[in-house]
């Protein structure tokens, strides 16, 4: 048994293996058998070497069925490279208890070793510093008579360091959130452009961040580096281990008629695994980033059973987050709902303290003016928000739930909620291209109505304001984009060469449509978005090598693995600054929309706010035709309904004026659409004004809602182009 020990402490000597922290140790906590035998079984195993003290610390348990003379054959597989082969002779090297082997049980404590410090300078440098190293050291023992292998065994190596670090994690979530919440505040403060800007960058760095979620949740065998860097992202999926939370998932799951997973917990006795296709044909374990195989179960001489277990795919994110399999499904369903629920008790929550503020005289009566005023419209326009976000995620849970049965109330929960959000969605894009079809009919331009309205806005603009004006339609592909790549990952777990395809194509098509159409609303913002496009595309590529469909060799698909983290390392980097940059900007600058350019498809001209109804002249109209009203909002916000374009009733402009004439004679001139009762200039004796105001031109007497030309259809058509058409983005 001790020499053992010693045989197992030569084998990590020269291994090469995954990472290091702040001491260099190589050191392995998984152990399977990469042969299909009896001979040989074990339930605990820990092997750790620390070359600056030349220490070795051994564990293991576990039980032989192997007699008489054996050799061992050592292969040390780095990068899918044999690094090492090398023919030992227990005997040749006096191992005791391994010359001849006998049969019975091995329980060996963790005690430190001293071994020479000739074995250090054998171990390159490289292994001490490089994360995530995909290496591995397996032992063949063979009969000396037959030369046959009888047992083999396999151990993951690592030297502690690692890509997947929870502060990444916590890092790419607050700087999400600070995106978007920049956007929110300057939204509130009247800047659209700039709001417009941060949030569509904001939304396009949260949808990375859940694209590189979405690739550690396929089910393909991917080398170590690229799992632990997919792994720092599984919170934008809602892959987030809460202790007590885990508990909640487990009584509920059992307490509607399902069979909770205990894997977690069954570790001393259960060898997590997942296939990997290598010409030994074997299997490596994958348990080694959650520490050890377990505790020891069985006292020395008694026989301890084991068994395997494959996880992939969704599953295997889960165990590496500590979260059982069954609990998966409802972790994330529980963490979008509490996030839904918290944004908007913090929007209600502001409103209540700027009504405060305002009210003891500590802040302006105008600051956040059109979030007071309609409040309700915008949360309910944050709740479509928060609705889009969540997409992917209950989209790829719900469907995998599908496949799994946990219980029958989560199959009716993820009903429901796919329910919810196709429809939501669904009514909000029919809308949206509704309100455009309308504009244009009325217009030539869909901007009008989409951003004349504020309730049209504030409501259904999380689908289009990223989008230049006449590319309102492109919220459609974008939803069947993600629709139909989380039915390949949440559908086709077991297949994952389908999936591997499946995300090509996608990918692929994504690129080309959104290189071509380019819709988003200026230039950088369109290379922004068709870069992170470019690099999506290029991961679907990486995953096709790591399905091994071409047969590469596995250093190959070794180097090609660290190529996939530093590139996507490096986008993301990228990606987050520009919105970190863009974000404080928005919120320290006084006037933050001088750093973009207006919008080439006018809608600045035709987004209103409450600001923008308070000049002097605006009180002159509004006398001028009898309407005092200044607001935009109803006093009543949920009446928005039955007086914005978003309605589609045509706001507050009657039908007839709203309706091209069909019986208008086009060789006409247009009537003028001014009520003629109605005084256009005051009376003289009203009283006079400033000196400046006699050489101002007066407004025009046309109400400020009425919505469609004053010329005829045919009159406009032979005689000028519609105003509305300048700048509206024709021109892509």
Request: hydrophobic share 45%; proline share 5%.
């Amino acid at each position: 048994m001790r020499s053992l020990s010693v045989l197992l402490c030569f084998l990590v000597a020269f291994l090469h293996s995954p990472l290091v922290a702040a001491d260099r140790l190589i050191e392995s906590k998984a152990l399977t058998l990469c042969q299909e035998s009896s001979n040989f079984t074990a339930t605990y195993f820990n092997v750790r070497y620390t070359p600056d003290n030349n220490s070795l610390v051994i564990g293991f348990d576990g039980v032989s069925s192997i007699s008489g003379y054996v050799e061992a054959t050592l292969v040390l597989d780095a990068y899918g490279y044999t690094a090492l082969k090398q023919t030992l002779d227990p005997c040749e090297l006096d191992f005791e208890g391994l010359c001849p082997m006998n049969t019975g049980a091995i329980n060996i404590k963790d005690t430190p070793l001293t071994i020479g410090s000739d074995v250090a300078s054998q171990i390159p440098g490289i292994a001490y510093n490089v994360p995530d190293l995909d290496a591995s050291v397996r032992i063949y023992i063979n009969s000396t008579t037959t030369h046959e292998s009888v047992a083999c065994l396999e151990a993951s190596l690592s030297n502690g360091k690692t890509v997947y670090q929870k502060g990444v994690g916590w890092t790419t979530a607050v700087i999400a959130g600070l995106g978007l919440t920049a956007s929110a505040i300057t939204s509130g403060l009247g800047h659209s452009n700039t709001a417009a800007h941060v949030a569509a960058n904001a939304m396009s760095l949260f949808s990375f961040y859940q694209s590189q979620a979405m690739i550690g949740m396929t089910s393909i065998h991917m080398p170590p580096i690229v799992e632990s860097w997919t792994q720092n992202f599984q919170w934008s999926m809602g892959i987030i281990r809460v202790g007590f939370l885990q508990d909640i998932c487990t009584w509920y799951q059992r307490s509607t008629g399902g069979t909770a997973a205990t894997i977690l917990s069954e570790l001393s006795t259960v060898s997590v695994e997942v296939l990997k296709k290598r010409s030994y044909d074997a299997v490596e374990l994958v348990g080694r980033s959650l520490g050890s195989l377990g505790k020891r179960d069985g006292a020395e001489g008694e026989k301890v059973t084991s068994e395997s277990k494959e996880v992939r795919g969704i599953e295997r994110v889960g165990f590496i987050a500590g979260i059982e399999e069954t609990n998966i499904f409802l972790t994330g369903f529980i963490f979008f709902v509490v996030f839904v629920a918290i944004v908007m008790l913090l929007v209600v929550a502001f409103k209540g303290l700027c009504e405060l503020l305002v009210k003891h005289g500590k802040m302006k009566s105008d600051k956040f003016q059109d979030f007071r005023n309609g409040w309700r419209v915008v949360a309910r326009g944050i709740l479509f928000r928060l609705t889009l976000i969540g997409f992917p995620q209950m989209c790829i849970l719900c469907l995998w739930e599908f496949t799994r049965n946990d219980s029958p109330a989560e199959i009716v929960l993820a009903v429901i909620m796919l329910i919810s959000l196709f429809a939501a969605l669904g009514w909000a894009s029919f809308k949206v291209i509704s309100l455009a079809k309308r504009s244009i009919a009325l217009h030539k331009n869909p901007a009008y109505i989409l951003y004349s309205d504020p309730t049209c806005l504030n409501k259904w603009g999380f689908l289009y304001v990223q989008y230049r004006a006449t590319a309102y339609y492109f919220v459609i592909p974008w939803l069947g984009y993600l629709l139909i790549k989380g039915m390949f990952i949440g559908l086709s777990q077991p297949a994952p060469v389908v999936q591997t395809v499946a995300y090509v194509i996608i990918e692929a098509a994504m690129l080309i449509a959104v290189s071509v159409l380019r819709p988003w609303m200026d230039k950088k913002t369109n290379i922004y978005n068709i870069t992170i496009a470019a690099v999506q595309f290029l991961n679907s590529i990486f995953l096709l090598f790591f399905s091994d469909v071409f047969n590469q060799p596995g250093l190959v698909t070794g180097v090609m693995g660290v190529v996939f983290f530093v590139i996507n390392a490096v986008a993301a980097l990228v990606l987050l600054i520009l919105v970190l940059i863009a974000s404080i900007y928005a919120i320290v600058s006084k006037n933050p929309d001088t750093r973009y350019q207006p919008m080439r498809d006018d809608r600045g001209s035709f987004i209103k706010s409450q600001t923008q109804l308070t000049t002097e002249l605006d009180a002159l109209g509004a006398t001028a035709r009898g309407d005092m009203k200044s607001t935009p909002y109803k006093n009543d916000p949920f009446a928005d309904d039955n007086g914005s374009f978003s309605s589609g009733n045509g706001a507050s402009v009657s039908r007839q004026n709203l309706e091209p004439n069909p019986i208008a004679n086009p060789h006409q001139p247009p009537h003028s659409p001014v009520d003629p009762s109605l005084p256009l200039f005051p009376s003289d004796n009203s009283p006079p004004r400033g000196p400046g105001d006699a050489i101002q031109r007066s407004q025009s007497p046309v109400p400020r809602s009425f919505t469609s030309s004053p010329f005829q259809n045919g009159y406009r058509t032979q005689n000028n182009a519609s105003p509305w058409q300048r700048g509206a983005g024709y021109d892509h």
